[in-house]
């Protein structure tokens, strides 16, 4: 199965942007439906923008919707999130995922059951 690794997290001011990365390997990036999820400490793991193999499903969370875009490079195995207009409360963990996608519906956060490690995200006022 694929294998994830994120990048491109930090400290960023409020209203500010960042890019997050997440590069696959281990097996076909376009077999696999793709997400970016995140998780504050005592809460609940969101689902924040997850994306079909060919990039025609997206979807998004409506706390970021309008404000992060997700996108995704088959070519170089790699997964994208923009993120604009930075909020303190978007501070948390930003977890890279993946299911398999061949008859499964990518839309939405269900069912994704391979992580990446993690890339800690800091909004500060």
């Known amino acids: 199965q694929v294998q994830l690794v994120e990048s491109g997290g930090g400290s960023v001011q409020a209203g500010g942007s960042l890019r997050l990365s997440c590069v696959t390997s281990?097996?076909?990036?376009?077999?696999?439906?793709l997400g970016w999820f995140r998780q504050d400490p005592g809460k609940e793991r969101e689902a924040v923008a997850t994306?079909?193999?060919?990039?025609?499903?997206?979807y998004y969370s409506d706390s970021v919707n309008g404000r992060f875009t997700i996108s995704r490079d088959n070519a170089k195995n790699t997964l994208y999130l923009r993120m604009n207009s930075l909020r303190p409360e978007d501070t948390a963990l930003f977890y890279c995922?993946?299911?398999?996608?061949?008859?499964?519906?990518?839309?939405?956060?269900?069912?994704?059951?391979?992580w990446g490690q993690g890339t800690q995200v800091t909004v500060f006022s």
């Open positions: 994306i079909s193999p060919m990039s025609t499903e997206i």
């Open positions: 281990g097996d076909t990036q376009s077999s696999y439906c």
């Open positions: 995922a993946a299911k398999r996608a061949p008859g499964r519906v990518c839309y939405g956060g269900y069912g994704y059951n391979i």
